[in-house]
């Protein structure tokens, strides 16, 4: 039976060290760290995030600016709005809520974020300084499931990892963190001719699809580290994730539930690039 990876637990623990780091930022510098999160329309998963990442600013000691703004938000209006708060000095980390709605191109949205108050790093500047690995900010998510791997004591180099899924917010960059820590890495997606192979390769096996019990028990070698990036509603409208919790806990040693696992984290990465993002122009 597997070793539950308690992403609530890990979560508070990053939490509880950021507001002790801020406190003491805060009297050396007199500067309260601020989070900008833009929510565009009223999918409510995202409302439940940007709603966990208003607690947690409150609960840390950052300052939180929220715009939500309607569906029918155009274009211009959204750039104007990232374009005064990366003016703002109160403002060091900018976050607009993905997905955003069809009309709106998402990638000059994230092209308009000054990389300096990028929280999320997916500002070209920075994917392109993860690559090199040499950066600020890490992604939330693959930043989180890192810190999961780490606190559970497992160690990456020369394990076989597999990512399923290749997004550019998920799948790549996790990728390349587990690259940078010396994992022989593979990345599956839709195309992938024998996905069951491929997944029951790995030593460590990271699901970021977002299709509910898509990583069945087969698929899961015996002993392997299990982290479920999928945030999916199953069909009696619960939380689950892309692994099929119930039976690979029985083959996996170690592994991440949904909710409660690599969700939390991700907000608790935010909180430290938040304070990173503040310290950096503190700096100037
Ligand atoms: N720009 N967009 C931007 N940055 C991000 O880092 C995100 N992401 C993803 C979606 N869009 C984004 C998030 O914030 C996913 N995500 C996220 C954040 C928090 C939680 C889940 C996804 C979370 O709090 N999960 C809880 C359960 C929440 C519930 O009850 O629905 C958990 O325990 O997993």
Redesign the pocket.
């Known amino acids: 039976m597997a070793t539950l990876i308690n992403?609530?637990e890990i979560s508070q623990k990053v939490r509880g060290e950021v507001k002790l780091e801020t406190e003491a930022f805060k009297k050396e510098t007199g500067i309260t760290p601020g989070l900008a999160v833009i929510l565009v329309g009223d999918d409510p998963?995202?409302k439940?995030?940007?709603g966990?990442?208003k607690k947690a600013c409150d609960e840390v000691g950052f300052n939180s600016f929220e715009y939500i703004l309607s569906e029918s938000t155009e274009q211009g209006e959204l750039i104007s709005l990232i374009e005064k708060l990366n003016a703002d000095p109160s403002v060091h980390g900018i976050?607009?809520?993905?997905?955003l709605p069809k009309h709106i191109d998402e990638r000059e949205i994230i092209a308009a974020i000054s990389p300096k108050k990028d929280v999320?790093a997916?500002h070209p500047v920075n994917v392109g300084k993860i690559m090199i690995g040499d950066y600020d900010f890490l992604?939330?998510?693959p930043a989180g499931v890192m810190e999961l791997i780490h606190s559970a004591g497992i160690s990456v180099a020369g394990k076989k990892c597999t990512v399923v899924g290749r997004s550019n917010?998920?799948g790549k960059p996790m990728a390349m963190l587990l690259l940078h820590e010396n994992g022989t890495v593979t990345i599956c997606h839709s195309k992938t001719t024998d996905l069951a192979k491929e997944c029951r390769d790995a030593d460590i096996l990271v699901a970021a699809v977002g299709r509910a019990k898509l990583i069945t028990a087969d698929m899961i070698k015996e002993g392997a580290a299990v982290i479920d990036v999928g945030?999916n509603r199953d069909e009696n409208g619960k939380?689950c994730g892309d692994v099929d919790f119930s039976e690979a806990e029985k083959k996996a040693s170690y592994i991440t539930p949904?909710?409660?696992?690599?969700?939390?984290m991700?907000?608790a990465m935010?909180m430290r690039n938040t304070l990173t993002a503040a310290k950096l122009s503190s700096k100037g």
Request: aromatic letters at 6%.
């Open positions: 992403g609530k998963a995202s439940i995030y940007v966990n990442k976050l607009c809520q993905l997905p999320d997916f992604p939330c998510t917010i998920v945030m939380l949904v909710p409660g696992g690599v969700g939390p991700t907000i935010l």
